[in-house]
């Protein structure tokens, strides 16, 4: 069955083209991050509305990667939220009305739901139950996934998003938008050790998290040491992400742990940062858990996963209404 995935959430256009839930035939992602980048974050009228100028363009452009015409498609995959309603509803009615035309089902994907699919669309899946940790600019989240579709939230953020929080620190400090990439590079040139930042686990029974502490230590380290702040910002960057990823890759392993079960899931745009990648394929070997993270580029938001989960609704047999409509909020 060949799945046309389309996402919309944020601030990048994607559609893929992706058979039996598991194999990209094609997957585009064309980002904003160049409209909104002046403004130190997404801004989501002007996301709206890049959206319509670029979703026909994206979807035609997967479509021929992929070799397959429109009417060739056996079925629509589309994000249902959570997101920005107005940059949701571009997609949202672009596959409605599409699925409509042709006469073919179509399904409105949760996003989270795609980010911790996108293990299925590599090689090495995990098996079932498994713990993913999904770690966004939009969410911070740990589920134990016991199939495609059947998520138990342990625990999760209770201010900031890890990502929100790189691109905070990277927009207090004036290095750019996004900031995870740019910090995650120049933390490379900088000692992880020499500044120490704040680590919070609220507790040793809880799997929330907490950012904004972190956040503030390090506003208030570059404002006392304003004076000496460019030769310091590689140390700076490295403390800062040292200490996210302590919380992040502990968090994690000891859900693992809890639930008895010894293979773990990273998922999401901060998936993509090399000291996390690194972190907990250490931490977890040694505790003898296999860690599943997808390629760089099914990191962050893209359509090839929220294809995966639409194939595994549409083999249960759901299938969206027409009367359906997107949402906003976590559901
Ligand atoms: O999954 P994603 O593309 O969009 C959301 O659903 O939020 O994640 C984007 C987030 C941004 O906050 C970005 O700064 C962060 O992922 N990110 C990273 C890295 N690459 C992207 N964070 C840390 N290290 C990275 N290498
Ligand atoms: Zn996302």
Not at 210 to 220: E, L, P, Q, Y
């Amino acid at each position: 069955m060949n799945i046309l995935g389309i996402e919309t959430s944020c601030d990048e256009t994607a559609a893929a083209v992706v058979k039996d839930g598991t194999s990209i035939l094609a997957s585009v992602v064309s980002s904003q991050v160049e409209v909104h980048h002046r403004y130190g974050g997404v801004v989501p009228e002007l996301a709206s509305r890049k959206h319509i100028e670029a979703i026909i363009p994206v979807v035609d452009e997967a479509l021929g990667k992929a070799g397959l015409r429109l009417t060739e498609i056996d079925a629509i995959a589309v994000t249902q939220g959570p997101g920005l309603v107005g940059a949701l509803l571009v997609g949202f009615s672009y596959a409605k009305s599409s699925a409509y035309a042709l006469g073919i089902p179509w399904i409105g994907v949760n996003h989270i739901e795609g980010h911790i699919n996108s293990v299925f669309l590599e090689d090495d899946p995990p098996a079932f139950p498994f713990v993913a940790l999904l770690a966004s600019g939009g969410h911070t989240s740990i589920y134990h996934v016991t199939d495609h579709i059947t998520l138990e939230l342990m625990g999760q953020t209770r201010d900031d998003a890890a990502g929100e929080a790189f691109d905070k620190v990277a927009k207090m400090l004036d290095l750019g938008y996004p900031g995870g990439g740019i910090i995650d590079r120049l933390s490379n040139q900088g000692d992880p050790t020499r500044i120490k930042f704040p680590r919070s686990y609220l507790g040793k029974t809880s799997f929330d998290f907490s950012f904004s502490g972190i956040k503030t230590a390090v506003n208030r380290y570059a404002t006392t040491h304003r004076n000496q702040i460019q030769e310091q910002i590689p140390d700076i960057a490295a403390g800062f992400q040292e200490a996210i990823m302590d919380v992040l890759t502990h968090k994690v392993i000891h859900a693992a742990a809890v639930k008895g079960c010894d293979r773990i899931a990273l998922v999401g745009g901060v998936a993509a940062n090399s000291r996390l990648r690194e972190k907990l394929r250490t931490d977890a070997g040694l505790r003898g858990m296999s860690v599943h993270i997808p390629s760089i580029h099914l990191c962050g938001d893209n359509a090839a996963m929220i294809a995966a989960v639409g194939y595994h609704y549409l083999v249960a047999g759901i299938e969206a209404d027409l009367g359906d409509d997107a949402f906003s909020k976590v559901k």
